[in-house]
């Protein structure tokens, strides 16, 4: 009789009531509702921090991993792939496989035109050069994948950096989603571009079809391996 939060709870007693030293979470709230599986996350990561016991969480919900964690391990078929902080890991991801797993990327294909130690300048698919953080990139004309978090992506001049790489882009379509405003835009022969802008007082609403120029900080864009396609947990 008793419902899946509350199933859920009494579960965690019986685990902790012991006083283990290491306690195994393997996808613990993967039937329960987001409203209900939010709360659940909050409730655990306190008494995580109140008991001073480790816990091993095992999730595929990116966001979870990142709500709850002190450290990520991303594993690739059967290999850690980056083992990070979850600001270190969401903001500065070692290769294409952990910037594409962790949070919403744009990935940009192209070949390194030139590599000045960490600075490297891209040549994208559509011919257009951009300035990049060059990550375990060694010579030029290697093959790469330009990872781009859509949340430092800006259309507004007055909100661009003053060092800011702009590029011309195309609207697709825009998704209102309370808080943000998620637009897909056509940018260097991609499709799935996306940005998201904060759903503030006055923000600009723009429509399928408008052409605009986008731009972000230098820094906030990293040259990375070409992508793959494989599938990857996070612990």
Same mark, same amino acid.
Not at 216 to 230: E, K, M, S
């Given at each position: 009789?008793?419902?899946? !939060?509350?199933?859920?709870?009494?579960?965690?007693?019986? #685990? &902790? $009531?012991?006083?283990?030293?290491?306690? %195994?979470? =393997?996808?613990?709230?993967?039937?329960?509702?987001?409203?209900?599986?939010?709360?659940?996350?909050?409730?655990?990561?306190?008494?995580?921090?109140?008991?001073?016991?480790?816990?091993?969480?095992?999730?595929?919900?990116?966001?979870?991993?990142?709500?709850?964690?002190?450290?990520?391990?991303?594993?690739?078929?059967?290999?850690?792939?980056?083992?990070?902080?979850?600001?270190?890991?969401?903001?500065?991801?070692?290769?294409?496989?952990?910037?594409?797993?962790?949070?919403?990327?744009?990935?940009?294909? !192209?070949?390194?035109?030139?590599?000045?130690?960490?600075? #490297? &300048? $891209?040549?994208?698919?559509?011919?257009? %050069?951009? =300035?990049?953080?060059?990550?375990?990139?060694?010579?030029?004309?290697?093959?790469?994948?330009?990872?781009?978090?859509?949340?430092?992506?800006?259309?507004?001049?007055?909100?661009?950096?003053?060092?800011?790489?702009?590029?011309?882009?195309?609207?697709?379509?825009?998704?209102?989603?309370?808080?943000?405003?998620?637009?897909?835009?056509?940018?260097?022969?991609?499709?799935?571009?996306?940005?998201?802008?904060?759903?503030?007082?006055?923000?600009?609403?723009?429509?399928?079809?408008?052409?605009?120029?986008? !731009?972000?900080?230098?820094?906030?864009?990293?040259?990375?391996?070409? $992508?793959?396609?494989?599938?990857?947990?996070?612990?």
């Amino acid at each position: 009789q008793l419902s899946g !939060g509350q199933q859920q709870r009494i579960a965690l007693a019986r #685990a &902790l $009531v012991f006083d283990p030293k290491l306690v %195994l979470m =393997d996808e613990p709230l993967g039937a329960l509702d987001k409203q209900l599986r939010e709360h659940m996350q909050f409730e655990i990561k306190a008494l995580h921090e109140r008991l001073g016991i480790t816990v091993v969480y095992v999730t595929h919900d990116q966001g979870e991993a990142l709500t709850m964690s002190d450290r990520i391990a991303v594993f690739n078929d059967g290999r850690i792939q980056q083992l990070a902080p979850p600001a270190t890991l969401y903001e500065a991801p070692e290769n294409s496989f952990v910037a594409g797993f962790i949070g919403e990327n744009n990935a940009l294909p !192209g070949v390194i035109e030139k590599l000045d130690g960490d600075n #490297a &300048l $891209v040549r994208l698919a559509n011919g257009a %050069l951009i =300035d990049a953080t060059a990550v375990n990139i060694r010579e030029n004309g290697q093959p790469t994948t330009v990872s781009i978090r859509p949340e430092r992506v800006e259309f507004k001049p007055e909100m661009m950096p003053p060092d800011a790489h702009t590029i011309d882009a195309e609207v697709r379509d825009v998704v209102y989603m309370g808080d943000i405003l998620r637009t897909r835009l056509r940018v260097a022969g991609s499709d799935d571009f996306v940005m998201k802008c904060r759903n503030t007082l006055g923000q600009t609403r723009l429509s399928p079809g408008q052409q605009i120029k986008i !731009g972000w900080h230098p820094r906030d864009a990293r040259a990375l391996d070409p $992508v793959t396609t494989q599938q990857g947990s996070v612990n």
